[in-house]
């Protein structure tokens, strides 16, 4: 995560904003018709998107929009836009904002991407001489080189979006908004993307960023918003923010901890993160060596048992396991009591980033197991060569 600039005053005000749809149950002309002169039949519902939500963005900041589908998120970013209104409350910005809310927003089908380019900055209030300066560039940004003067309407999705987003980073906008644009497109022009966001926040702009993919809203973001059901459920610190997201998915309250699970005859007691020396860590450096020491605790005597450990993404996906089968170690007996097994990692190769250590015991492997979750937890830091879970040595020639 890359630390922004000191904010500066507030760019977007969020007063207490409910927006609530109506939902009509008769899909057909004909259905309406039929059921128009019935009564005591409801044929369309109110569906509220967004509800009593108040926040404060100010300048230079970088904030991601988090929680599944159906949430609120991307009416809440329209709110924000403009593009819809509140249907209670007040939403107040200042400044030049481009949006990126939905895929090809503001382009016509039946005109060519260069007309559509001029059409598209036009409305986010470029002049013509300005979007003629900047053409060029704009150009370039997309990578679609001779299909600029195509139809758009024969453009692929990431044609469409790679434009699109090239026109609303060419602005000049004070606050960008950006609706899961980011995950059109190939590998190289997320890149570009990201790298352009990146820049933005160097300069201060102030960048408001809807997100399925946790990886990319703790790399850009600095402040996380988590929604359920049109409410906000935890604003605060993007790693905090991201699990509060898998509280949220996962079907507990925000913080909650998971159900104790039945007594196991042996147990995972604590996890804890050291270096070679076998000091307590939170932050380890890329590449370097680091231990996993897990302490269980036995009810009785027990001749076998066997243990293992994960390394877990914020949004769970695994990075590394292993256990003591695996790596072909049999345990001795442990008495009753408190006992520990460390692994060694030799090279914490891991992209940099915030990570969760799990770990399992059990007498006899895979069988009446007992798993602490998010037992540890620590900080990967010092790699700024690649992006992504995995570190690695790269040259350019």
């Given amino acids: 995560m ?8 507030v760019v977007v005000r969020v007063e207490d904003v409910t927006k609530r749809f109506i939902v009509r149950m008769d899909n057909t002309l004909k259905e309406r018709v039929v059921h128009g002169g019935r009564r005591g039949r409801v044929h369309k519902q109110e569906y509220t998107a967004v509800n009593g939500v108040s926040l404060e963005i100010k300048a230079g900041t970088t904030v991601g929009l988090l929680g599944p589908n159906g949430s609120g998120k991307s009416t809440l970013l329209k709110l924000i836009g403009g593009i819809v209104s509140p249907t209670e409350g007040r939403v107040m910005t200042r400044g030049r904002m481009a949006a990126l809310l939905e895929l090809g927003a503001g382009f016509h ?42 139809q758009v309407k024969f453009y692929s999705s990431g044609m469409f979006v790679r434009l699109a987003f090239a026109v609303a980073v060419h602005t000049d906008p004070d606050v960008l908004l950006v609706d899961e644009v980011l995950a059109v497109g190939d590998e190289a022009f997320q890149r570009k993307c990201m790298e352009r966001i990146a820049k933005f926040r160097k300069e201060g702009r102030t960048i408001v960023l809807v997100s399925h993919s946790a990886a990319q ?7 996380g918003v988590v929604l359920k059901d049109g409410e906000m459920v935890f604003d605060g610190d993007v790693n905090e923010a991201v699990s509060a997201l898998r509280d949220v998915l996962e079907g507990r309250r925000v913080g909650e901890k998971p159900p104790p699970e039945p007594v196991k005859p042996i147990e995972v007691t604590r996890i804890e993160v050291l270096d ?23 009810k009785q005597a027990l001749p076998t048992w066997a243990t293992g ?9 695994m990075v590394l396991a292993s256990n003591t089968e695996r790596l072909g170690i049999t345990l001795p007996a442990i008495p009753a009591g408190d006992s520990s097994m460390e692994f060694v990692i030799d090279s914490a190769n891991f992209g940099a980033g915030q990570y969760f250590v799990n770990a399992n015991v059990s007498e006899i492997i895979d069988i009446d197991t007992h798993v602490l979750m998010q037992g540890a937890r620590f900080t ?18």
Avoid: W, Y
């Fill in 309 to 317: 450990f994960s390394i877990d993404t914020p949004m769970g996906q």
């Fill in 380 to 397: 990967i830091k010092g790699n700024e060569a690649n992006l992504g879970t995995v570190a690695a040595s790269i040259s350019a020639g």
């Fill in 109 to 150: 089908p039946d005109l060519s991407g260069r007309e559509n380019v001029f059409l598209n900055a036009s409305i986010m209030g470029m002049t013509r001489a300005e979007t003629t300066e900047r053409f060029d560039e704009i150009l370039d940004f997309s990578g679609i080189g001779d299909f600029i003067d195509t």
């Fill in 217 to 223: 809203v703790q790399e850009l973001c600095d402040r």
């Fill in 2 to 9: 890359v630390v922004s600039p000191r904010p500066g005053p």
């Fill in 276 to 298: 070679d020396k076998g000091k307590p860590r939170k932050a380890v450096q890329v590449g370097a060596p680091m231990r996993v020491r897990v302490h269980v605790t036995a």
